[in-house]
């Protein structure tokens, strides 16, 4: 993966963003006081991550249906800020993946085993896995090599998500 995407350290020193974050394994990147009816982040958060619209996060802490965390590109926003905890990192200019399938990849289970060899022995603290960035970004991503093959199954998936949230909401006011 390392050889697709870089890392992404940018700190919110200018305080470009006052937007706390968090991952919902369901939601996506969405904002931490609406989601938590409550502020999470700490009132200065210019030491947090600065993630740009497109980036992708990784929250290592486990959850119902993602027993190695949750991985989640920003889509709600223009720009917030997220803790140190997580690993941010956006695909590298020039790489031969599809955003909407690096996306749709992750909401898969087919990147699990990559973060499990990685993971260190006693790998959980308290639901956290203990995974490096490095390790995490060594991971292998089983994609097509014809990025607009990616680009068509991205798209595909991701109106299929939208089709499915349309009947979810229209069962809900029934």
Do not use: C
């Not at 980036?55 to 959850?63: G, I, L, M, R, V």
């Not at 896995?129 to 097509?144: G, Q, R, V, Y």
């Amino acid at each position: 993966m390392g050889e697709l995407v870089e890392r992404v350290t940018r700190k919110n020193t200018n305080n470009e963003s006052s937007l706390p974050l968090t991952i919902s394994a369901q939601d996506g990147l969405v904002d931490q006081i609406t989601y938590f009816n409550n502020r999470v982040a700490s009132r200065d958060v210019s030491n947090y991550y600065l993630v740009l619209n497109g980036e992708f996060a990784y929250n290592k802490s486990t959850s119902d249906g993602y027993p190695f965390g949750a991985v989640k590109r920003l889509d709600k926003y223009e720009k917030g800020v997220l803790s140190t905890l997580y690993i941010v990192f956006s695909i590298k200019d020039g790489s031969p993946v599809d955003s909407d399938y690096l996306a749709v990849f992750f909401d898969t289970d087919r990147w699990h085993k990559g973060v499990a060899e990685r993971a260190a022995e006693g790998a959980r603290n308290h639901g956290l896995l203990n995974i490096s960035a490095e390790d995490f970004l060594d991971i292998d991503l089983s994609l097509p090599s014809d990025l607009t093959e990616q680009s068509r199954m991205g798209a595909f998936f991701k109106q299929l998500d939208h089709l499915i949230a349309l009947h979810q909401r229209k069962y809900y006011r029934l």
